[in-house]
């Protein structure tokens, strides 16, 4: 089966850290870009950080720049995402996710990444 898992979500303060994982099964991320995502209540997607397929280079929203960072183990088919200092603003629900081919539209991110495929989510939540 096809899919993206994502992980390490949960409940944190202001000024804490979390890791996210995003797992592929069925298919290899390694010759991919890979993007997170996150989309809080009532608010748009937003693009937060992805990491190319050609050089590895990666890409931050302004609003993350310089805490969060972006890596991948190939030989874990897995990408990270490490935040921190954690803001309230960060609340949302985080996803990760790549362009699978096929003929679905894709989006494109900071110019670099794209995806047309995504997980369910993690939550993170982050208190004041």
């Known amino acids: 089966q096809v899919q993206l898992v994502e992980s390490g979500g949960g409940l944190v303060q202001s000024g804490g850290s979390l890791r996210l994982s995003c797992a592929a099964s069925?298919?290899?991320?390694?010759?991919?870009?890979v993007s997170w995502i996150r989309q809080a209540p009532g608010k748009e997607r937003e693009a937060v950080s992805c990491?190319?397929?050609?050089?590895?280079?990666?890409y931050y929203a302004d609003s993350v720049k310089g805490r969060f960072t972006i890596s991948r183990d190939n030989a874990k088919n897995t990408v990270w995402l490490q935040m921190n200092t954690l803001k309230p603003e960060d609340t949302a629900v985080y996803y990760c996710?790549?362009?699978?081919?096929?003929?679905?539209?894709?989006?494109?991110?900071?110019?670099?990444?794209?995806?047309?495929?995504w997980g369910q989510g993690t939550q993170v939540t982050v208190s004041s």
């Open positions: 069925g298919f290899t991320l390694n010759s991919l870009s």
């Open positions: 990491i190319s397929s050609t050089d590895g280079s990666t």
């Open positions: 996710a790549t362009d699978r081919g096929g003929w679905e539209s894709r989006y494109r991110l900071f110019g670099a990444c794209e995806y047309n495929f």
